[in-house]
């Protein structure tokens, strides 16, 4: 198919990569979004910064289920859910019990790896050249435990990783202090992965790729987009009334993109959930790489302005408030995981994964409306799979076949 007009609504990282790849095919494209890309109201500000080539296990398990109701009663386990939310979570909930069931998480997870396994190369072949470049880190990621038995408990992830050849080196206390003496004595065992990206501050990548895209003819309008209307040619219409047609539209709305789909005809199972971060600044201590606090589900990586700490889940729906507990208990994590540093705490943010009950993302079109394309989804792995999402809806926009099965991740399977 010969290439045209393509709107994107939504300027988050997926909207981004995509806008960009659709532009070097040769697309006269348009990114909306009432937001400036790089804002603090997008998830793709706050994040970990993680290019997380490991991340190949759903989010739903049959030990997480089973851990479920003592998490959620429990103040200090990183779960939370707002009570009041549950009633309009449980369309969302079903399904997300339902898809931990061994022989589904087996199937996610290969359809996960098919996504990450290049998330390093895939970033490099959309950044390299442009100013977006510069904030890609390279190293190792480290992984505490408590000890090695919470290590082995985990038989589950630890398979599944071999699997796709993802297999750590093992470290002992004396291992942990020798790469960095400040960990404190409540982590007797890690892991680590090598060959692992991190972003040294995954806003200002953003706004520099997003720069990219506008010098390279790329266009940008600020407003919202109200709903999508399928036909030979696809429309939308924004805020203010005013209706734009194109060839192909690409809905890339993060945690906001349920409603947008249904106008589109497409019923999605998607939900926010809701992850925060804290800052913390100290004279002196760098990190040597990104850590992931096994017990506590948050990320500490070292970037240009601050160690962020990063993760926790909690389901609230996308207009509640942020929370307290989650933030403090980052913060008591922090104070475990470095007794003897003292940290200035800095900003406190919270975003909206967008995730759907089977952790997979969302990626294509319908039947019926084959010229409006879907992307998003990306849960705890959206920056990761950024890149790589990019460049399959491109391949779709072209009609050309990319070269992974994407039944897995069909608008139209929930
Ligand atoms: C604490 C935390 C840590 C994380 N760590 C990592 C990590 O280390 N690695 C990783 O890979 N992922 C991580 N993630 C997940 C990742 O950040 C998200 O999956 C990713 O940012 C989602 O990107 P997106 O572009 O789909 O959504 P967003 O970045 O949220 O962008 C969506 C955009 O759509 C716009 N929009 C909304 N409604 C409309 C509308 N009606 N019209 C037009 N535009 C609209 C919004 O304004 C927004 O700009 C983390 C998330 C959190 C919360």
Redesign the pocket.
């Given at each position: 198919m010969a290439t045209g007009i393509a709107l994107i609504?939504?300027?988050?990282?997926?909207?981004v990569c995509v806008a960009e790849w659709l532009r070097r095919d040769g697309w006269s494209v348009t990114l909306?979004?009432?937001?400036q890309?790089g804002s603090p109201?997008?998830?793709?500000?706050?994040?970990?910064?993680?290019?997380?080539r490991i991340s190949v296990m759903p989010i739903a398990t049959q030990s997480l289920v089973r851990q479920l109701p003592s998490m959620l009663r429990d103040p200090n386990s990183p779960l939370f859910m707002r009570w009041s939310y549950l009633p309009r979570l449980l369309p969302w909930l079903v399904p997300f019990l339902r898809s931990a069931r061994a022989e589904r998480v087996e199937e996610i997870s290969a359809a996960l790896a098919a996504l990450t396994f290049d998330a390093n190369e895939q970033h490099l072949a959309l950044v390299r050249g442009t100013p977006a470049e510069a904030f890609i880190r390279k190293g190792n990621l480290v992984s505490l435990y408590r000890d090695r038995q919470a290590y082995d408990g985990d038989v589950l992830t630890s398979r599944t990783r071999e699997k796709f050849g993802l297999v750590p080196e093992l470290l002992d206390r004396k291992g942990i202090l020798d790469r960095d003496p400040s960990i404190g004595s409540a982590y007797q065992f890690a892991t680590v992965f090598d060959d692992y990206c991190w972003l040294s501050s995954p806003a200002a990548y953003l706004a520099a790729l997003f720069e990219h895209f506008l010098r390279n003819g790329g266009c940008f309008r600020r407003s919202?987009?109200?709903s999508l209307e399928p036909g030979t040619v696809a429309r939308l219409t924004l805020e203010d009334g005013e209706t734009l047609t194109a060839d192909t539209i690409v809905l890339?709305?993060?945690?906001?993109s349920k409603t947008?789909a249904r106008s589109a005809g497409v019923r999605v199972r998607l939900e926010a959930e809701?992850?925060?971060?804290v800052e913390l600044h100290s004279n002196g201590y760098r990190a040597p790489q990104p850590y992931f606090v096994m017990d506590a589900k948050f990320?500490l990586t070292p970037m240009d302005h601050a160690l962020r700490a990063?993760?926790v889940a909690e389901f609230g729906g996308l207009d509640a408030p942020p929370s307290k507990r989650p933030v403090e208990l980052i913060k008591e994590g922090v104070r475990r995981v470095y007794p003897g540093l003292k940290f200035e705490i800095g900003q406190s943010w919270m975003?909206?994964?967008?995730t759907t009950p089977d952790s997979l993302p969302v990626i294509g079109a319908t039947e019926g409306a084959p010229n409006i394309l879907h992307a998003?989804g990306?849960?705890?792995?959206?920056?990761?799979?950024?890149a790589k999402v990019g460049r399959i809806v491109a391949d779709l926009a072209r009609r050309r076949r990319p070269n992974l099965d994407l039944r897995p991740y069909r608008p139209d399977r929930f």
């Open positions: 609504a939504g300027a988050g990282i997926t909207g909306i979004d009432p937001v890309p109201e997008q998830t793709s500000y706050g994040n970990a910064g993680l290019l997380s919202r987009v109200v890339a709305s993060g945690a906001w947008l809701r992850g925060y971060h990320v990063a993760g975003g909206n994964r967008p998003y990306g849960q705890h792995i959206g920056l990761t799979i950024g």
